[in-house]
């Protein structure tokens, strides 16, 4: 059988000083473990989640490039499909940049600089400062396309050649891309 004590004048000031200074702390603490566990500076994908997409040549494959191997990432996507900074940074070229066709380069927050090819169009200019999300173009197949896609490529220095896997590189930083290869 349980027993209910019954409630005495003491137990409800008690009550009434000790919870809220207990909840406070509790709520206090709460607050600032997910200060600490929230990023501060968000990370996303170049192309929106439900943009229908399939991979059309991941990174590193073997070809004809002059850096022996694709630098990049492709997207195949319907032309148009706007294109968003990954994260925050600072837009160093926006313009048309040889077999990229219309591109946009970003060097990130952390050092690395993000590239983003054959834009139809450009919605950003150099020395603009972009964050997760900032809309930088649309797709298209300017430069050396067969088709419309987003080339997407991670660099450590603004030199061709100084590649790295982006899928690895977002990765690191929380964002992890379906991959479908077709």
Known sequence: MTTY???????????RVIAPAALGTVISLTAAQTALAAPADPWTRP???????????PYGVRGTWQAGHHTGIDFAVRSGTRVRSVGSGTVVLAKRSGAYGNAVTIRMKDGRY??????????????????????????????????PHLHFEVRTSRRYGSDINPLLYLARHGVHLPFRLH
Not at 5 to 15: D, I, K, N
Not at 47 to 57: A, F, M
Not at 123 to 133: C, F, I, L
Request: hydrophobic fraction near 25%; aromatic fraction near 8%; charge should be positive.
């Open 114 to 147: 993000t590239l983003f090819g054959h834009l139809s169009r450009i919605t950003v200019r150099p020395g603009q400062k972009v964050h997760a999300r900032t809309r930088l173009g649309y797709t298209g197949t300017t430069g050396r396309a067969t088709g």
């Open 47 to 57: 192309i929106r989640t439900w943009s229908p997409y399939h991979v059309s040549s």
């Open 5 to 15: 004590r019954t409630s005495t004048p003491l137990r409800r000031t008690l009550l």
